[in-house]
């Protein structure tokens, strides 16, 4: 398949408009497989592109 350029520039777009957007919400507003999400999102993380700060719940993502 690939690395979906695409999907990450969306999740990053996202994330600008909602810095506490959850991965369920991601996969719901892009019309993704929620595993798709989590996988672009290790891969922007790993790239620092962008960064969890706090908790899972209550924390929020910042774009790099």
Same mark, same amino acid.
């Given at each position: 398949a690939g690395i979906n350029a695409g999907t990450k520039s969306y999740i990053i777009e *996202? =994330? =600008?408009k909602n810095n506490s957007i959850t991965a369920l919400e991601l996969s719901l507003v +892009?019309? $993704?497989n929620i595993r798709t999400i *989590? $996988?672009?999102i290790k !891969? +922007? !993380?790993e790239a620092g592109k962008i960064k969890r700060v706090g908790p899972n719940k209550g924390g929020h993502w910042e774009v790099k």
């Amino acid at each position: 398949a690939g690395i979906n350029a695409g999907t990450k520039s969306y999740i990053i777009e *996202e =994330i =600008i408009k909602n810095n506490s957007i959850t991965a369920l919400e991601l996969s719901l507003v +892009l019309g $993704k497989n929620i595993r798709t999400i *989590e $996988k672009n999102i290790k !891969q +922007l !993380q790993e790239a620092g592109k962008i960064k969890r700060v706090g908790p899972n719940k209550g924390g929020h993502w910042e774009v790099k």
